[in-house]
């Protein structure tokens, strides 16, 4: 594929590794960032976040004029939206996805779109997210959804491992046209060398992620009940569960091998190691 120029929306945990890798295979990348803070700390050559070995990669593509970080949005042919998708209360109390982040990059993207862009929105989102982006996106622009590309391709990086995940995770691409999806799939291909990416269409996408999320909190949550419950009959939750997964078809999490006095005096909890 040749080099593309690529806007990323959202410079955090996601965006500023998505970004330095899309500028290590070639293309050219201008991170956008309503955070001037965020803005000011990269372009004097630093990393504002926590991540191994980022700094170097991001020293080298900067240095090779493939990143640079904006306060204001670029115009591009591929843009990627990597922003927050908190939680918040509705008028029942129950918690929902707050959406502004994403609506309000969707609006950002419309203002500059053209004809033959591809949108890839990467937050986690809710089912039928990305049908809103598509919408806001058409809205803002006046491009008929024909006329643009609109994919969904979410994150499935560990803080920590972020940059080997992003080139040996296998990804999941999902859009209403499968033109667009393989359009995108052709951009992913450039820098996850070791992982494979899959296409569907976005509302299995959005699915997928979430029932990937579930599937994993679930699984931490039984770990950590049956260390209490251990604690509680002052047997060892290790060597129960090393017991337990020589069933064929068993496999707990292992707790992390660290404990900590709780509030409550000295039982000891066992925080589960995401495996
Ligand atoms: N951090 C993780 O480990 C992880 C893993 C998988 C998926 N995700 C998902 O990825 C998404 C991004 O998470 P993150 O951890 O990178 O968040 P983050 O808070 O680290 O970074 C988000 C960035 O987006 C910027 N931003 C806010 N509004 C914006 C807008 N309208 N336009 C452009 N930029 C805007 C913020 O200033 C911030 O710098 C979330 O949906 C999250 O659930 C995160």
Same mark, same amino acid.
């Given at each position: 594929?040749?080099?593309?120029?690529?806007?990323?929306?959202?410079?955090?945990?996601?965006?500023?590794?998505?970004?330095?890798?899309?500028?290590?295979?070639?293309?050219?990348?201008?991170?956008?960032?309503?955070?001037?803070?965020?803005?000011?700390?990269?372009?004097?050559?630093?990393?504002?976040?926590?991540?191994?070995?980022?700094?170097?990669?991001?020293?080298?593509?900067?240095?090779?004029?493939?990143?640079?970080?904006?306060?204001?949005?670029?115009?591009?042919?591929?843009?990627?939206?990597?922003?927050?998708?908190?939680?918040?209360?509705?008028?029942?109390?129950?918690?929902?996805?707050?959406?502004?982040?994403? =609506?309000? @990059?969707?609006?950002?993207?419309?203002?500059? $779109? %053209? +004809? &033959?862009?591809?949108? !890839?929105?990467?937050?986690?989102?809710?089912?039928?997210?990305?049908?809103?982006?598509?919408?806001?996106?058409?809205?803002?622009?006046?491009?008929?959804?024909?006329?643009?590309?609109?994919?969904?391709?979410?994150?499935?990086?560990?803080?920590?491992?972020?940059?080997?995940?992003?080139?040996?995770?296998?990804?999941?691409?999902?859009?209403?046209?499968?033109?667009?999806? =393989?359009? @995108?799939?052709?951009?992913?291909?450039?820098? $996850? %060398? +070791? &992982?494979?990416?899959? !296409?569907?269409?976005?509302?299995?996408?959005?699915?997928?992620?979430?029932?990937?999320?579930?599937?994993?909190?679930?699984?931490?949550?039984?770990?950590?009940?049956?260390?209490?419950?251990?604690?509680?009959?002052?047997?060892?939750?290790?060597?129960?569960?090393?017991?337990?997964?020589?069933?064929?078809?068993?496999?707990?999490?292992?707790?992390?091998?660290?404990?900590?006095?709780?509030?409550?005096?000295?039982?000891?909890?066992?925080?589960?190691?995401?495996?």
């Amino acid at each position: 594929m040749k080099e593309k120029q690529i806007t990323v929306l959202g410079l955090g945990y996601i965006g500023l590794p998505t970004s330095i890798v899309l500028a290590k295979a070639g293309h050219n990348v201008k991170g956008y960032d309503p955070n001037e803070e965020v803005i000011k700390t990269l372009n004097s050559g630093k990393i504002h976040i926590v991540e191994n070995n980022l700094q170097k990669v991001y020293t080298e593509v900067v240095e090779a004029g493939k990143f640079k970080a904006y306060a204001e949005i670029q115009p591009s042919d591929v843009y990627i939206i990597c922003v927050p998708t908190p939680f918040k209360k509705n008028n029942e109390n129950e918690k929902i996805a707050d959406l502004s982040y994403v =609506e309000s @990059a969707a609006k950002t993207v419309g203002k500059v $779109v %053209k +004809e &033959g862009d591809l949108v !890839i929105l990467e937050s986690t989102v809710p089912p039928l997210t990305t049908k809103l982006v598509t919408e806001i996106v058409e809205k803002e622009s006046g491009l008929s959804r024909e006329k643009f590309h609109s994919v969904h391709c979410p994150e499935r990086v560990l803080p920590g491992r972020i940059l080997y995940e992003l080139e040996h995770n296998d990804r999941i691409i999902g859009s209403q046209k499968r033109e667009s999806a =393989e359009l @995108a799939k052709e951009l992913y291909d450039t820098f $996850v %060398k +070791e &992982g494979t990416c899959y !296409i569907t269409d976005d509302i299995t996408a959005e699915m997928c992620k979430l029932i990937e999320n579930t599937y994993r909190d679930v699984n931490i949550a039984l770990a950590n009940e049956l260390s209490i419950i251990c604690d509680k009959l002052g047997i060892d939750v290790f060597n129960l569960i090393e017991l337990a997964n020589k069933h064929p078809r068993v496999n707990i999490l292992k707790p992390r091998s660290w404990r900590r006095r709780t509030l409550f005096g000295n039982r000891s909890m066992v925080y589960c190691r995401k495996v």
